[in-house]
């Protein structure tokens, strides 16, 4: 009987720009306060990646040097790098082939997967599905955003929230159930009138009418998303663990995306666990977009332990929305 493969997290890296931009910054750009960012959001700060020629690549780039270097591998020794992205260097090619090009990886296939904020579950559950296959033995998936790229720095109600960033992290076969062990995606492309880009697509090419009125930025109905991703996370965290027979004592750690804290709490709460077990880093980075969950791992890569069962959750542009179920490979 053939052993069943899993894929396992073997490594993981990160990075995020030096420059913060904080409250007190955007108090000084647009009509806010600290209060109202803090009690509405969580934020305190975000980081910027500033530079003439720097894009998201710029920052996968360093995260999986430094995934190889804790790995002990050479780049080149990766099978597959995959990047979830809705920031990327350019329309095209890939970021993900930039970064190959880059770091001199010339023995692997490499792609993007735009998810908006489920980006990195997307690009789990697919880089995982390699590995499963056993065909792959080496796949990297990154999550990363330059978001300050495409967020008006006059609108505070987008302002305030994102942040840029990046991580990756090593997906090998495992024959000891560790790694990657269920995932369920879900999309609803209806949900995109409230969460898009208005221009920049086939649909309305770049012009100067587009860029004069400012439609190559985030646009969001605040309110609206907030509705469908404060249920839309937390059911299908909850819907995760009820397939997986887990009770909240199972659970070593939910790691949520950082959108809001408000809809962190709110998807813990149903899932019935305490706030100990749920890795918040909103306060430093914002919301990073596809880059939220591997940050969240990276910050908290100390405290896991082999075996614990971790659930990754999210929701985002698209709507698209997931959760996946890991056991800590070491
Ligand atoms: O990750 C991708 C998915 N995105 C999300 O999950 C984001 C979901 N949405 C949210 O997190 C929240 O809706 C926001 C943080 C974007 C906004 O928070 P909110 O509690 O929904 O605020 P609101 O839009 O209902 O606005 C409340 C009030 C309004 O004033 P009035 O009409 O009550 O007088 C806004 O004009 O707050 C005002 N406001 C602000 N005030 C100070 C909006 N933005 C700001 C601001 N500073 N930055």
């Excluded at 001199?104 to 499963?132: P, Q």
């Excluded at 405290?303 to 985002?316: M, R, S, Y």
Aim: proline share 3%; net charge neutral; glycine share 10%.
């Amino acid at each position: 009987m053939r052993t069943k493969i899993t894929a396992a997290i073997t490594a993981i890296g990160a990075y995020v720009p030096e420059d913060k931009l904080t409250n007190a910054d955007l108090e000084k750009m647009v009509d806010t306060n600290d209060e109202w960012i803090v009690s509405r959001t969580g934020v305190k700060e975000r980081r910027i990646l500033k530079g003439e020629g720097k894009g998201t690549s710029d920052m996968v780039v360093p995260a999986v040097k430094l995934l190889c270097e804790k790995r002990g591998i050479q780049p080149n020794e990766i099978d597959c790098l995959i990047v979830a992205t809705v920031t990327p260097d350019m329309l095209f090619p890939s970021t993900a082939n930039l970064v190959c090009d880059k770091l001199g990886i010339k023995n692997a296939w490499s792609f993007d997967i735009l998810a908006a904020c489920s980006g990195f579950l997307y690009a789990l559950t697919t880089g995982a599905a390699l590995v499963e296959s056993g065909r792959y033995k080496r796949v990297v998936v990154a999550g990363a955003d330059k978001m300050s790229s495409i967020v008006d720095y006059s609108d505070r109600t987008t302002c305030i929230i994102f942040g840029d960033g990046a991580g990756a992290v090593l997906l090998e076969p495992n024959i000891d159930g560790y790694g990657v062990l269920d995932s369920i995606l879900k999309s609803d492309g209806s949900g995109g009138k409230h969460l898009h880009m208005k221009a920049g697509g086939s649909v309305k090419p770049a012009s100067i009418e587009s860029v004069t009125n400012k439609e190559h930025f985030i646009y969001q109905e605040g309110q609206a998303v907030f509705k469908f991703a404060v249920t839309g996370m937390a059911d299908v965290a909850y819907e995760l663990m009820q397939r997986n027979n887990l009770e909240a004592d199972d659970i070593a750690w939910l790691v949520p995306h950082q959108a809001n804290k408000r809809i962190i709490d709110a998807t813990a709460s149903r899932m019935g666990l305490p706030e100990e077990k749920v890795m918040v880093n909103i306060q430093h980075y914002g919301n990073t977009t596809a880059a939220t969950l591997p940050l969240c791992l990276w910050d908290y890569r100390k405290q896991l332990n082999k075996g614990d069962n971790i659930v990754l959750a999210a929701f985002g542009g698209g709507f698209t929305w997931g959760a996946t179920l890991l056991k800590w490979a070491y």
